[in-house]
């Protein structure tokens, strides 16, 4: 009686397994996987059913359950070659190239003139030398071959989770965020407890200057995988970063601008490999180089931001700013215009034109400097320095000297009197502050009126350098405590 049962039970697995079977040619995987699985649980010990089942799996992208029942496939049968091969294939999709190839070898070992064995060895070796090349790779900082590496294995192994986790950190670590955050989140929908995809999120947004969000992410990483060394370090990074930038902050804005830049310098250590905070810690340092009149390493620390980060505006305006304080126009105007041309505000048009007015009017004779004043300089403080710069480069003090020196104190005696031609006069001095061209002619003229006016006589000449020497000598002792 009992034999006769297992006899019916066997034909009726067999009826479900042809059932599945036909499913399985129409396609209609799921369908098929319910009527192996009705076949299997009447007989329990038939590896083909097992074998049947983990090829459905296989077809709806359940590797690891199509994994399981190649193995339970081949324990019941050591010779049931097509349960080593899905084994082997599972294997390799799932991105476990060594287990894979014991497992193609043990189909050789049951069918030497398999042809398709030999090209899954292949895939299989392929998939260890690339992963053998990434990790030297990823030990160099090189981070576009473990990319290309990566892209490579998951060819053949385009289910192992492993190797995408590391193909995004790569992408992460190449500021290719959005692609990045892509891939983990692919990993994610299918395993959201993916610890590893989990840190991939939370490292691009750190790397996004989101940090606070980002430690959540490091955090939940580390409650599905404890041991997760790098989301534990990327947090302790995130944490430390985050809080000496805001003591940086905080100094700032108390005005402690010695305190807030060794805060800033600090925190610049912290990850190198954190470009977007670590371009605003740059841009913040040279915010407050240019307060404590560091203007050389201002203009340094905001190329350092520019070059982590080619589109920070802020750098750009803080660099041309540092530029024209230190006079130099044809590098204001070149940041000037590259913020323009990305943002077109007035702002922008504004700070551009000044910066080019001062780039022409650098290019003219300063007339500020021909006679030593300040460009704040009063009326009184441009007349005293006009007597006194005439009198310095008088042609009578130099008559005594070479035909050279003469010409060229002679020179400085007219460039004397065209500076002050222009600076006591309050209409061509506001157009020449203005930046305005000052008719050629008339300047020629001008100069020779001066010329004439203030041409003194070899008698006043030596008069006027007796009260000078009279004034200085007693007032100077005056003032001697």
Sequence with gaps: MDITSDDELEREAEGFKEQGNAFYVKKDYAEAFNFYTKAIDLCPKNASYY??????????????????????????????????????????????????????????????????????????????EFERLAEISFEKRDFRMVVFCMDRALQSASACHRFKVLKAECLALLGRY???????????????????????????????DCIDKAVQFFVQALRMAPDHEKARLACRNAKALKA???????AFKEGSYEEA?????????????????????????????????KL???????????????????????????????EQYEEAVRDYEKVYQTEKTKEHKSLLKNAQLELKKSKRKDYYKVLGVEKNATEDEIKKAYRKRALMHHPDRHSGASAEVQKEEEKKFKEVGEAFTVLSDPKKKSRY?????????????????????????????????????????????????
Excluded: W
Aim: net charge negative.
């Design 51 to 128: 074998g049947n089942r983990a090829a459905t799996l296989m077809m709806l992208s359940r590797y690891r359950e199509a994994l399981e029942d190649s193995q339970q496939a081949v324990r019941l049968d050591d010779t049931f070659m097509k349960g080593h091969m899905r084994e082997g294939k599972c294997h390799l999709l799932l991105g476990n190239a060594m287990a894979a190839s014991r497992c193609f070898q043990k189909v050789q070992e049951l069918e030497p003139e398999n042809s398709q064995v030999q090209q899954e060895l292949k895939s299989a070796e392929s998939i260890l």
């Design 178 to 208: 959005p692609e990045a955050q892509s891939v983990a989140s692919d990993i994610l929908r299918m395993d959201s407890t993916n610890g590893d995809a989990l840190y991939v999120r939370g490292l691009c947004l750190y790397y996004e």
């Design 244 to 250: 000496k930038k805001e003591e940086g902050n905080k």
């Design 261 to 293: 830049y060794d805060l800033y310098s600090e925190a610049l250590t912290i990850d190198p490999n954190n470009i977007k905070t670590n371009a605003k810690l740059y841009c913040n340092r040279a915010t407050v180089g240019s307060k404590l009149n």
């Design 296 to 326: 050389d390493q201002a203009i340094e620390d905001c190329t350092k931001a520019i070059k982590l980060d080619e589109t920070y505006i802020k750098a750009y305006m803080r660099r041309a700013q540092c530029y024209m304080d230190t």
């Design 433 to 481: 502050d203005s930046g305005h061209d000052l008719e050629d002619d008339d300047m020629n003229m001008e100069n020779t009126e001066i010329y004439t006016m203030y041409r003194i006589s070899a008698t006043q000449y030596r008069e006027m350098n007796f009260f000078f020497f009279f004034f200085f000598f007693f007032f100077g002792h005056i003032v001697q405590p």
